[in-house]
């Protein structure tokens, strides 16, 4: 089992119209957070990949995402945190994260690793 963690922070954005850049609004959120609860390790199991058959260990956790109270302009909006449960699989042959599965409100996503390596462009 690994430990969970909360990281905080806040944010002050201008929204400015793409025609005129002209300011339209401002958004502030001073107490933004993302939590994850503790991670349980899983035992290895053989999955289908976007780069193969791999070995991965299935890491599960809770995560929690909260703007906290938002102001859109002079306008207070209480927003509602999000609540998932999520599965990394961890693949140690390639030291990555190879696939995520986010199960939220009774649906579920998956997110797949495509390649892993630096772009040409990027370096």
Same mark, same amino acid.
């Given at each position: 089992?690994?430990? &969970?963690?909360?990281?905080?922070?806040?944010? /002050?954005?201008?929204?400015?119209?793409?025609?005129? @850049?002209?300011? !339209? $609004?401002? %958004?502030?959120?001073?107490?933004?957070? !993302?939590?994850?609860?503790?991670?349980?390790?899983?035992?290895?199991?053989?999955?289908?990949?976007?780069?193969?058959?791999?070995?991965?260990?299935? %890491?599960?956790?809770?995560?929690? $995402?909260?703007? *906290?109270?938002?102001?859109? *302009? /002079?306008?207070?909006?209480?927003?509602?945190?999000?609540?998932?449960?999520?599965?990394?699989?961890?693949?140690?042959?390639?030291?990555?994260?190879?696939?995520?599965?986010?199960?939220?409100?009774?649906?579920?996503?998956? %997110?797949? $690793?495509?390649? %892993? &390596?630096?772009? @040409?462009?990027?370096?």
């Amino acid at each position: 089992m690994l430990p &969970g963690e909360t990281l905080s922070s806040s944010l /002050d954005l201008e929204i400015h119209s793409l025609a005129t @850049d002209e300011m !339209v $609004t401002t %958004i502030r959120a001073p107490s933004a957070s !993302v939590s994850v609860g503790e991670r349980r390790v899983g035992r290895a199991q053989t999955i289908e990949t976007t780069l193969g058959r791999r070995e991965c260990m299935p %890491i599960t956790y809770e995560k929690r $995402t909260s703007l *906290g109270p938002l102001m859109m *302009g /002079d306008e207070l909006i209480q927003t509602d945190p999000a609540v998932m449960s999520v599965t990394d699989w961890y693949c140690p042959t390639e030291a990555f994260v190879l696939r995520t599965e986010v199960r939220q409100k009774g649906k579920v996503e998956r %997110i797949d $690793t495509t390649a %892993i &390596g630096m772009d @040409d462009d990027a370096q």
